[in-house]
């Protein structure tokens, strides 16, 4: 089987025509989308993620603000790091970059964050509200995944709104930004969901489960955690890891996904690169909550999940 690529840096680039219109739509009627992240510590694909994000919301002119906190930072500051962003107003969306030090459980921070500002849904009331199928804020990795998901199924006949009727959606990863949250959207997509966890892989029960999948997400930080012989025939296998490895040779760092690409592509009937896949993606839609947050806080028609279904 020679599997389909998703492009991911295609679908990005569609979508980035789209975000532009709307962040010109909000600009007409006097609104100035603001984002803020907050990064701790120098964990390498945050600080990337946070470059790219910040590229992307000074070509859109949406403002932009950089919190860097150092690794060993006390929570009591980070914790006063999240309120004076919540008192800003010019700021309509806060990104948490993770990984967090030990000492800033993430937890206490989302308890903080102001849940019109919580463009990932991580707040114990966005977080509820996606659970229950009326998402505020879809979260931008998941919608992602399911965005190339939805693409992939329209480009081969299938109609997402019945796609994923009854199919084994196995999830690897359970974290509060990608894992859970892509378990609802795949119960509110009538899929059957398998939710895999580091303590399935320590069970040694991992295989078992992602045999199952005809669609496996996999967002764990580990790469080639799921390789060919852990999927069957005409899976449609998503890949969220990004792992920076280093080169021994030459020095450079490039990164891989979770997936043991080649061996997993030889089975699947579709399959999501790293880089060009999940991420792209990822980017357009956090500014695209940007955008919505700040629509909502305005009082002004918002933008509707780029038209994706709950
Ligand atoms: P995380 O918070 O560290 O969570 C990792 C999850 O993987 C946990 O649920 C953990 O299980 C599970 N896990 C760890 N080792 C495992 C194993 N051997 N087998 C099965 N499951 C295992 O990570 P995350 O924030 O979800 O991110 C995951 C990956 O995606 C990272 O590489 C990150 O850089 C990347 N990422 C990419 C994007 C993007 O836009 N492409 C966005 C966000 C994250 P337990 O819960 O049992 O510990």
Same mark, same amino acid.
């Given at each position: 089987m020679t599997a389909t690529t998703i492009d991911g840096n295609r679908l990005a680039g569609e979508l980035h025509a789209r975000l532009a219109e709307e962040v010109q739509d909000l600009r007409a009627s006097g609104v100035r989308p603001g984002l803020a992240t907050v990064l701790v510590g120098e964990d390498y694909p945050a600080q990337a993620y946070e470059r790219r994000v910040r590229r992307l919301a000074d070509e859109l002119d949406c403002r932009y603000v950089s919190e860097q906190l150092p690794a060993d930072v006390e929570l009591a500051d980070a914790l006063a790091t999240i309120g004076r962003l919540n008192a800003d107003p010019r700021i309509t969306g806060i990104l948490v970059l993770r990984p967090l030090p030990a000492q800033v459980p993430e937890v206490d921070l989302y308890r903080l964050l102001d849940p019109a500002k919580d463009i990932e849904a991580v707040t114990p009331v966005n977080a509820g509200l996606l659970a229950q199928g009326r998402p505020r804020f879809i979260p931008s990795t998941p919608a992602a995944c399911f965005h190339m998901l939805d693409e992939y199924m329209r480009s081969t006949g299938r109609d997402p709104a019945t796609a994923y009727d009854g199919v084994n959606l196995v999830l690897v990863g359970r974290s509060n930004n990608v894992g859970k949250p892509a378990v609802w959207l795949g119960l509110q997509r009538n899929a059957t969901v398998i939710s895999a966890h580091h303590y399935t892989d320590r069970a040694g029960r991992l295989?078992?489960?992602t045999?199952?999948? +005809?669609? %496996?997400?996999?967002? #764990?930080?580990?790469?080639? !955690?799921?390789?060919? +012989?852990? %999927?069957?025939?005409? #899976?449609?296998?998503?890949? !969220?890891?990004?792992?920076p490895v280093r080169d021994e040779a030459t020095g450079k760092v490039h990164l891989v996904g979770d997936l043991d690409f080649e061996s997993v592509a030889a089975r699947a009937e579709a399959i999501s690169p790293v880089p060009g896949g999940v991420g792209p993606i990822t980017d357009i839609w956090l500014l695209h909550n940007t955008v919505r947050a700040a629509a909502m806080a305005a009082h002004v028609e918002r933008p509707r999940h780029f038209g994706m279904a709950p």
């Open positions: 295989p078992d489960f045999r199952l999948a +005809d669609i %496996v997400i996999v967002a #764990v930080g580990v790469p080639g !955690v799921v390789t060919g +012989d852990m %999927v069957r025939d005409g #899976v449609i296998a998503i890949d !969220v890891g990004i792992n």
